[in-house]
């Protein structure tokens, strides 16, 4: 404010940091360095604080009216805090799965500030190793979370290999120095089994129609043919054994 009755200019000038002494003063900036105050009238001085980091941090300027030799020094101040946008689980554990079967979780991204935020999660990491093939899909991979909101992210898991898949998600939040982390395990497996026929080591094709065949017996005679069947691998499995219905036709002289 002017409470003189002739106008003067006003000029602000940043100072020279002290030698050793971190004060972030590229974070602060005057965008007004230069202005006329008319007699009786004021005017507006804008600095803006657009910080990268984290931490407390300050700047030190010096305003001047060079008319009316009159100086002022300033220093100007702020705090910048972590986002408190985060991931409501740090892991999900699918467990063993059949090659070709399908399972599904749903995560949350929970935002409780007063702003939103875009987030989006690293390609690369959610592809995982080089073998690992298309086992792991995210939906979306990207996206706002709403001021204090929450949104759920779908993560489906379908091995297409047998082995055990470990992946480590980057989830990257805009304005957080450092992303999300999401850890993912899996197993994919396959059913290892064989079909063997009167202890015959040598087990039966699957693309092969085979013929038990009891030969002749009396009425109320009993034989028997014995069906092993052996599971190599190190998960259980259920079988069943179907009657198939066979139509007889009788050909009349």
């Not at 070709?100 to 690369?124: A, M, Q, S, W």
């Not at 297409?160 to 999401?182: A, G, I, M, S």
């Not at 043919?225 to 002289?253: E, M, Q, S, W």
Request: aromatic share 12%; proline share 6%.
């Amino acid at each position: 404010m002017n409470p003189t009755n002739q106008g003067y200019e006003f000029e602000w000038s940043k100072d020279m940091e002290e030698p050793g002494k971190q004060t972030y003063s590229s974070f602060f900036k005057c965008l007004t360095p230069k202005g006329n105050i008319l007699s009786g009238k004021k005017s507006e001085m804008i600095f803006e604080y657009l910080p990268d980091m984290i931490g407390n941090h300050e700047s030190y300027w010096t305003f001047k009216i060079p008319s009316e030799k009159i100086t002022h020094h300033f220093a100007f101040i702020g705090s910048v805090a972590e986002p408190n946008v985060f991931l409501e689980v740090g892991s999900i554990n699918f467990g063993p799965l059949l090659l070709g079967g399908k399972n599904k979780e749903v995560i949350k991204i929970k935002n409780l500030e007063h702003v939103p935020f875009t987030f989006n999660f690293d390609r690369d990491a959610v592809r995982g190793e080089a073998d690992y093939g298309d086992s792991l899909t995210v939906h979306p991979m990207s996206g706002v979370v709403g001021a204090d909101s929450e949104s759920s992210i779908e993560v489906t898991f379908q091995p297409k290999y047998e082995k055990f898949y470990n992946y480590n998600l980057v989830l990257n939040v805009k304005q957080k120095t450092r992303p999300l982390n999401l850890n993912i395990k899996g197993h994919g497996y396959n059913l290892h089994h064989s079909v063997n026929i009167d202890m015959n080591p040598m087990p039966i094709s699957n693309n092969v129609d085979h013929t038990l065949d009891f030969g002749d017996i009396y009425i109320n005679e009993r034989k028997s043919r014995i069906i092993t069947i052996n599971n190599n691998g190190d998960f259980n499995f259920d079988f069943a054994v179907k009657k198939i219905p066979i139509l007889l036709c009788y050909h009349l002289p």
